[in-house]
């Protein structure tokens, strides 16, 4: 009750950035589904927007603030000026952090989590922005779900977004905007997302509805689904609960490179039977008409599902 008047509201309105669009969305809630209002995608030059945790990633502020404004009014949203906003899955750094309960009681807390940042994400705390979650304790050890992304490459974002007059009260990466869509499901059964990125594809595992496997693969196409089948045989390996018993009952993925039957047929290979692929539908998005597909979609979408209580 209290977290009703402490929480920080929403809007009900995102954008998602990514390398080759920007997409503008707004969502209605309908009889427990979600519904697109209004949106629009709008396709960036090549080379526009070069996704990076560590290296500049707009080559041209001038020109991408007129594609971000060219977004927000084909999509009839160019007066609302609250956003959440989704950014290039490349930008960003997840990692679970893993400390010995004792060595966080001798030392300062935050100084202690801000050191082992550093050694996940690769850059001194002081760098990054750092969210971080605290999860479930595995055999004594306490353990955050963490995700970093340079001040540096946050600004060039914000800048662009202040030029315009919006205010990003939310700006976090790709995949924890479509990881929204799973938390909604059942927590008793494990849920993977497989979220396309430049260079690979980032998987995100949720586990008793918690975080519990991060993995950034770098890979071409053609390697893609040899990749995903060996992080399959890792989620067998290690969460196994009896002779053949496995929890793993959904899998989303998000990227035009995916094939639900490839990866169905991938997941029997590995675990023994077939994991249910979703789509927009089974996750309760009613898409669009108008040639939107979920890949454009389900990162600025899940976002603006946080507008609703």
């Not at 001194?124 to 605290?134: D, F, N, S, T, V």
């Not at 494990?190 to 993995?215: C, K, M, N």
């Not at 009613?286 to 603006?304: I, N, T, V, Y």
Request: negative net charge; aromatic residues 10%; glycine residues 8%.
């Amino acid at each position: 009750m209290i977290s009703f008047f402490t929480d920080p509201r929403f809007p009900r309105i995102a954008l998602g950035i990514e390398r080759e669009s920007i997409t503008a969305v707004e969502l209605v809630r309908e009889a427990g589904r979600f519904t697109v209002q209004r949106a629009a995608t709008i396709e960036l030059p090549p080379g526009l927007v070069r996704p990076s945790f560590t290296e500049k990633n707009i080559s041209d502020h001038a020109q991408f603030r007129h594609f971000l404004n060219e977004a927000l009014t084909v999509s009839g949203l160019l007066d609302q000026k609250a956003w959440s906003v989704s950014l290039p899955g490349n930008t960003a750094r997840c990692a679970i952090l893993s400390f010995e309960k004792s060595a966080l009681e001798k030392g300062s807390y935050d100084e202690i989590i801000d050191w082992k940042a550093e050694q996940s994400f690769g850059a001194p705390a002081p760098e990054l922005r750092i969210q971080r979650e605290k999860i479930a304790t595995e055999e004594g050890r306490v353990r955050f779900f963490a995700t970093a992304v340079k001040l540096s490459v946050l600004d060039e974002y914000e800048s662009s977004f202040e030029s315009l007059g919006i205010k990003a009260g939310m700006i976090i990466p790709r995949a924890l905007s479509e990881l929204k869509w799973l938390y909604a499901g059942n927590a008793f059964v494990d849920s993977l997302l497989i979220s396309s990125q430049d260079d690979g594809f980032t998987a995100l595992l949720l586990h008793d509805g918690e975080p519990a496997v991060v993995r950034s693969v770098t890979c071409t196409p053609s390697e893609q689904d040899d990749e995903i089948f060996r992080l399959l045989m890792f989620y067998r390996d290690r969460f196994a609960e009896g002779e053949g018993e496995f929890r793993l009952g959904r899998m989303m993925s998000v990227g035009r490179t995916f094939v639900p039957a490839k990866l169905r047929e991938i997941s029997a290979e590995a675990l023994g039977s077939p994991v249910d692929v979703l789509s927009a539908e089974d996750v309760g998005l009613s898409m669009p008409q108008g040639g939107f597909d979920f890949h454009d979609l389900a990162a600025p979408a899940g976002l603006a599902t946080f507008g609703f209580r």
